[in-house]
Structures are given as structure tokens and as C-alpha cells.
């Protein structure tokens, strides 16, 4: 059997990434049977699973794959091009978005295993936040977990409007966000 490229595996990796978002974004996780994956992927489930083990796994690589790419947008652009990005995404992620809070809510075992998806970015993005706080951009009357918290909030609820199809004039809620964080005079 011929050795194939990385480039030719990760090809495959994003085709089953892409299949795969499009069915958890419409079906939800439990409605996402291997049938309907294979169909949307365009791949037979030996396949789709000699990349990624179980559905679990995919939903947890495709999850973990947002996660990561948020935060990296947020530690090397700003909480604000993240605020921007997400009320421009596609549906089909912001889907994907939603499930995983829904999975986190009712089910004890992903969201235990969700702790532990991305230590290193989540580490980066707690420095970054840090940092700012160190330079002054940042209240620092306020825990750097709550700041966390306060811009965690903000995305998901702009994620949750722009998913329900009421379009998010992001200007509005970052000039509020700037004035909710900003050092105290």
C-alpha cells in the first residue's frame, strides 16, 4: 500500500472535519449517527474512523480544533478581533458551538474531560490577560479569572444571538466591554 503524504492526511483530516461540523451543527451530537456522517463527509465510516476513533473523539478534535483557533485569535489579535470573528462566523460553527455548551450541561463526563483540551493556549491566553492587566489596560480591582469570565460571557452570548439569526452590531458591545474593563480612575 503506497505511504501517503502528510499533505494528502491532513487534506482527508479537514474533509472530515468539515463533513463532520456541518452534521453536528444540524443534527446535534446524538443526531449525528455514523450514516448521516458518512453521507455529509462523503466517506465510509472505516474511513472516517481510521482518523479519528469514535464520534466522540471527532466531536472532540472538531470542538477542541474552534476552541483552539479562538483563542489564539484572542492572545495574538485581541478580544476584540475575537468578538469580531465570532459574530461573523458560519452557522455551521456556531452550531458546533452551541453543542459543545450543550454537552457541556448535561453530561458530567465531557465536560471532565473538556477541562483538559488546550492547557498551553489556555495558559497563553491567562498570560496575555496578565500582561495587560501588569500594563495597565486592564482593571486590576477585579480577579483575572473574572475578566475571563466577563469576556467568556460576551462571546457566548454574541455567538448565541448571532447563531439564533439576530445579527450583532459588535461596536456597541466592544465600546461597552472597553468601559466595563478599563482601569478605575
Known amino acids: 500500500m ?3 503524504s502528510e499533505a494528502h492526511l491532513q487534506a482527508r ?4 472535519l468539515a463533513g463532520a461540523r456541518r452534521t453536528f451543527a444540524q443534527y446535534g451530537y446524538e443526531g449525528a449517527t455514523v450514516a448521516r456522517l458518512e453521507t455529509e463527509i462523503g466517506l465510509s465510516r472505516g ?3 481510521n482518523y479519528y476513533p469514535n464520534k466522540l473523539e471527532l466531536f472532540m478534535a472538531l470542538t477542541t480544533e474552534d476552541e483552539a483557533r479562538a483563542l489564539r485569535t484572542w492572545v495574538e489579535q485581541g478580544f476584540e478581533a475575537t468578538l469580531r470573528v465570532i459574530a461573523n462566523e458560519n452557522p455551521d460553527w456556531l452550531g458546533v458551538y452551541l453543542e459543545n455548551a450543550r454537552r457541556l450541561r448535561t453530561d458530567a463526563s465531557f465536560r471532565e474531560r473538556w477541562k483538559s483540551r488546550n492547557p498551553e493556549l489556555e495558559q497563553r491566553a491567562h498570560e496575555y490577560l496578565a500582561h495587560l492587566q501588569e500594563e495597565g489596560e486592564v482593571r486590576d480591582d477585579v480577579p483575572l479569572e473574572q475578566i475571563g469570565r466577563f469576556f467568556g460571557l460576551i462571546a457566548d452570548g ?3 444571538q448571532t447563531s439564533a439569526g439576530f445579527p450583532v452590531d459588535v461596536e456597541p458591545v466592544l465600546a461597552l466591554v472597553r468601559d466595563a474593563i478599563a482601569p478605575r480612575k
Open 2 to 4: 503506497p505511504k501517503r
Open 47 to 49: 474511513a472516517i474512523f
Open 158 to 160: 454574541v455567538a448565541l
Open 13 to 16: 483530516r479537514d474533509q472530515i
